[in-house]
């Protein structure tokens, strides 16, 4: 049988018709026959140990800030199309996404996910234990603009924000992408996405290169989008509680270190 997207599993060279980037990940997580399955994130996580051994601790800042500024700013586009809303953006940098279509968008936010989980099990524990609390803060602030915008209305755009902070507060959330088979992508978005996997240990030896030839540099965090001064960091935390109110300690507790108040 002939698929028009049809790649081949790098383990074994059959053809397969499942989405590029879903091989990228899914030969990991399902294999083929014969195959032994492994965890979804886990080799993802392994590939980029070997690559952060001598990586420089501002490096592996960097790299963990550039992955989650990644997935707010496709969020932010998926945002865009789903709510029709005129929302605040953050100064992030991103390719031009006007010519894929909803669903592409939502793959790729899903995708960007499975990094940004990888991403951080892979980063070096002192690294991610100080990054940590200052990434939940600013998942929480960027939730607050919508509940500055949207006032009770939910939708897809806050669970995936939910699963952001749940990820940085449990290490791993629930993958949809790996949920079941979807409709197949455009035949340039499914190799575009798959060429950001490779883009992103490209990014990496950027990186690494960056800080070997001036190690006094210092990693600066992606501007999120902040709410206005009278509107408190506490909407922000409900609205991903409404998502995930298993982390309502952590939730609790960030706002409470960002307000400065007592619990």
């Known amino acids: 049988m002939k698929f028009d997207n049809a790649v081949s599993c790098r383990r074994c060279n059959k053809g397969t018709w499942e989405r590029p980037h879903m091989v990228a990940l899914k030969t990991k997580s399902e294999g083929h026959k014969g195959h032994k399955p492994t965890e979804n994130t886990e080799d993802l996580a392994q590939e980029q140990m070997l690559m952060k051994k001598k990586r420089p601790e501002e490096a592996s800042k960097e790299m963990l800030y550039r992955v989650y500024g990644n997935v707010i700013a496709m969020l932010e586009e998926y945002e865009r199309r789903q709510d029709g809303k005129q929302m605040p953006k953050s100064k992030i940098d991103i390719s031009d996404q006007s010519w894929k279509n909803d669903?592409?968008?939502?793959?790729?936010?899903?995708?960007?996910?499975?990094?940004?989980?990888?991403?951080?099990?892979?980063?070096?524990?002192?690294?991610?234990?100080?990054?940590?609390?200052?990434?939940?803060?600013?998942?929480?602030?960027?939730?607050?603009?919508?509940?500055?915008?949207?006032?009770?209305?939910?939708?897809?755009?806050?669970?995936?924000?939910?699963?952001?902070?749940?990820?940085?507060?449990?290490?791993?959330?629930?993958?949809?992408?790996?949920?079941?088979?979807?409709?197949?992508?455009?035949?340039e978005t499914a190799n575009n996405t798959m060429s950001a996997f490779f883009a992103g240990k490209h990014t990496a030896s950027q990186i690494d290169k960056k800080y070997e030839s001036d190690p006094s540099q210092k990693a600066s965090p992606p501007q999120i989008r902040t709410t206005s001064g009278d509107f408190e960091l506490h909407s922000g935390a409900e609205r991903i509680r409404h998502f995930k109110p298993h982390l309502s300690f952590a939730l609790d507790d960030d706002v409470c270190l960002a307000t400065g108040s007592v619990q």
């Not at 899903?110 to 002192?126: D, G, I, N, R």
């Not at 991610?128 to 897809?156: G, N, Q, V, Y």
């Not at 995936?160 to 507060?169: D, G, K, N, P, T």
């Not at 079941?180 to 455009?186: A, H, N, V, Y």
């Open 103 to 187: 669903k592409d968008v939502q793959a790729n936010v899903e995708s960007q996910l499975v990094v940004f989980e990888a991403q951080l099990k892979a980063c070096p524990p002192k690294v991610s234990s100080e990054l940590k609390k200052e990434l939940r803060i600013s998942t929480i602030e960027w939730a607050a603009t919508r509940a500055e915008r949207m006032t009770d209305r939910f939708s897809d755009s806050d669970m995936y924000i939910s699963q952001v902070f749940e990820i940085l507060v449990d290490g791993r959330t629930h993958h949809q992408i790996f949920d079941e088979k979807r409709e197949k992508l455009s035949r």
